[in-house]
């Protein structure tokens, strides 16, 4: 876990302890380590983290990009800020909407995002937001877990209650306007259990998507 077991909660929708759990932390890892092999490793200028929360996802992406960034709409970007500034890393973090992002257009290399879209209504709105930011041929990773039954189960079960009203979009919902918003996937790499759906349940989809 390393530095992971040190980062403190930050916000009310923050799931840090989730990750600190014996079983289900090493779900919330997989997930997101899934996702970061898609990239290579090349170095990248400027990279925006959409929903940073604690801080899991900067920590793994600090030393390898030019300049980072965070924004959240609930987490503090003081709290955060001063970890990392503690460990001789930077970010510079904002409290902001991932519908109104406060960057000027083919900005970022690549954004990040993780467990945000299945919340939002007006995700195709969230979409072109990022599609704006990212320069030409910058990159999107994304992240969404499934939304169904028996992902509402298990969420009760870890103690989430009343996923069903957080959960509001599913994935294959979101990756049916990829195109139509302007963005290619050129990989992806869900994660499933126990075995590769549709043996196992397909928990978490990772996505990385391209401006062309």
């Known amino acids: ?23 289900i932390g090493k779900l919330y890892l997989n997930r997101i380590n899934r996702s970061l092999r898609l990239l290579t490793n090349e170095p990248v200028g400027r990279v925006l983290e959409v929903g940073y929360g604690a801080g899991a996802v900067q ?9 980072l960034h965070g924004i959240d709409l609930d987490a503090d970007p003081s709290v955060l800020a001063r970890f990392l500034l503690a460990r001789n890393m930077r970010s510079r973090l904002v409290r902001g909407n991932v519908y109104d992002l406060p960057y000027t257009s083919d900005y970022f290399d690549l954004v990040v995002c993780f467990s945000v879209f299945e919340h939002l209504q007006d995700y195709r709105r969230a979409l072109s937001e990022v599609h704006r930011v990212l320069r030409p041929g910058g990159k999107f990773l994304l992240g969404m877990p499934s939304v169904n039954k028996v992902m509402e189960a298990a969420f009760f079960a870890i103690g989430f209650k009343g996923i069903n009203d957080l959960h509001i979009t599913r994935p294959a919902d979101v990756a049916r306007d990829f195109a139509e918003i302007g ?3 050129t990989k992806d790499s869900p994660l499933d259990f126990p075995l590769r759906a549709p043996l196992g349940v397909r928990l978490y989809y990772n996505w990385l998507l391209e401006k062309p």
């Open 1 to 23: 876990m390393g530095m992971l077991s040190e980062l403190p909660t930050n916000g009310p929708t923050d799931p840090i302890k989730y990750y600190k759990r014996p079983f």
């Open 59 to 67: 920590l793994a992406l600090a030393d390898g990009v030019g300049e």
């Open 183 to 185: 963005f290619k996937c």
